[in-house]
């Protein structure tokens, strides 16, 4: 789960650089059938991004 969402951060992070109509953030956020949908913090973003 960790590889999967670092390589979504690495993604859309990626993609704003590319796009200047992107915006100055993103919203990352892990589905599971056991949790649901839980969103990821700009401190868990900045993390998997380092």
Partial sequence: ETEA???AARAL???GQRDAASGNGMDLAV???KDGFVLQTEDQVSK???
């Fill in 5 to 7: 969402l670092k390589l």
């Fill in 13 to 15: 992070h990626a993609s």
């Fill in 31 to 33: 589905i599971t059938k």
């Fill in 48 to 50: 998997l991004l380092s």
